[in-house]
């Protein structure tokens, strides 16, 4: 029987194993392997495992550690994912597919979108925006952060105090919930997306229409699943742990 995990640390609590339960009625293993140790965690991979989600702090390591890259995950320089075949291992970025099909299943059509942010969720946001056919800005608390990501996806960055100026019709939010929140934010023409789902600070913001980080979680967790098995997962039993 195929055996998969995830890999991280801290992962305890995590919602995968009960996702990954729930796409496939418990025809497959899914553990969770909580090592500190990026090296330790790679090996028990390669020695016992299928495949493996990825999650902090090891992101940009099984980026570099992996034999192939999909071109989402090389964009955004961070792989969540990683399937093996054999000797060889090929890495994905399914946090791409999590905002893209949030988005496009929203129905709302989008064209100017704002990322807020600029680590590896930020990444995928933009990279999804750009897929959706958007002209992507970006914004962050430190603007040399946002200048770097802006010049390697093709996008434009601006300082955080000049937000307002903006008029988007999508915003994904990537702050932690524990970060102030940047005064000026245009979200009123536009469909939030907000990536931290246990602690959302824009869920009651006067918006067109608000999508949960859990949506994120399950279509990201769809889209990988899928890439693990050659199946497609149950979605429906998915969301209903939600």
């Known amino acids: 029987m195929k055996r998969f995990a995830l890999i991280g640390y801290p992962v305890a609590g995590s919602l995968s194993p009960s996702l990954f339960q729930a796409a496939y009625g418990g025809r497959y293993s899914y553990e969770l392997l909580e090592d500190p140790s990026f090296e330790h965690a790679w090996a028990r991979f390669l020695a016992d495992f299928d495949g493996i989600n990825v ?11 992996v034999d192939t890259l999909h071109p989402h995950a090389r964009q955004c320089g961070a792989v ?8 060889m ?5 399914t946090d791409v597919d999590g905002v893209y099909e949030s988005v496009s299943r929203s129905g709302v059509p989008v064209s100017e979108a704002l990322i807020v942010g600029a680590g590896g969720a930020a ?12 002209r992507v800005s970006i914004v962050n608390r430190t603007f040399d952060k946002a200048q770097a990501l802006s010049n390697a996806l093709g996008c434009r960055a601006l300082p955080l105090e000049d937000v307002s100026r903006l008029d988007p019709d999508l915003v994904v939010y990537t702050l932690p919930g524990s970060a102030p929140l940047p005064s000026g934010l245009p979200l009123s023409r ?32 769809a ?12 979605v429906k039993k998915m969301s209903a742990l939600f």
């Not at 969540?80 to 000797?87: D, F, P």
Request: proline share 5%; with cysteine.
């Open 55 to 65: 999650t902090a702090p090891f992101k940009l390591d099984a980026c570099a550690r």
């Open 190 to 221: 536009a469909v939030v997306l907000e990536a931290e789902y246990k602690h959302p600070v824009l869920a009651d913001c006067p918006c067109r229409a608000y999508i949960s980080g859990r949506q994120w979680l399950l279509w990201q967790a």
């Open 223 to 234: 889209a990988g699943y899928a890439l693990f098995t050659g199946e497609d997962p149950d």
């Open 89 to 93: 291992t090929m890495g994905y970025n």
């Open 123 to 134: 990444r995928a946001a933009a990279v999804a925006a750009l897929r959706l056919g958007c």
């Open 80 to 87: 969540n994912l990683v399937v093996r075949s054999g000797n």
